[in-house]
């Protein structure tokens, strides 16, 4: 059975930091592009991260840059958003997806192909 499982989301307050993990089972997440997206209360999704399946390129929106790093561990077939300095309006729910598209395009990961189901973020003092 193919699943792809998030996990490490929580409350915590403005300014600290999450990481974000995203275990793959059924199949080999090295052949897949990974990206994480997040729906905010109210708001469409959108697409926060991109990394490639080699890991060499990654993508990020202009908001979390400088913030947020994405990562893979082919070898554990899991996926990472390390977030720091985190915002109020970085409260959402996070998902990772996978797409048999290697890369990532300018606006992120490219037809997904595989959804995992979500884990909560909220940023609240």
């Known amino acids: 059975q193919l699943r792809f499982v998030e996990s490490g989301g929580g409350l915590v307050q403005p300014g600290g930091s999450l990481r974000l993990s995203c275990a793959a089972s059924?199949?080999?997440?090295?052949?897949?592009?990974i990206g994480w997206f997040r729906q905010a209360p109210g708001k469409e999704r959108e697409g926060v991260s991109c990394?490639?399946?080699?890991?060499?390129?990654?993508q990020y929106i202009d908001s979390v840059k400088g913030r947020f790093t994405i990562s893979r561990d082919n070898a554990q077939n899991t996926a990472y958003l390390q977030m720091n300095n985190l915002k109020p309006e970085d409260t959402a729910v996070y998902y990772c997806?996978?797409?048999?598209?290697?890369?990532?395009?300018?606006?992120?990961?490219?037809?997904?192909?595989?959804w995992g189901k979500g884990t909560l973020v909220t940023v609240s003092s």
């Open positions: 997806a996978a797409s048999t598209f290697r890369l990532c395009i300018e606006s992120g990961l490219y037809d997904p192909n595989y």
């Open positions: 059924g199949f080999t997440l090295e052949n897949y592009a």
């Open positions: 990394i490639s399946t080699s890991g060499a390129s990654t």
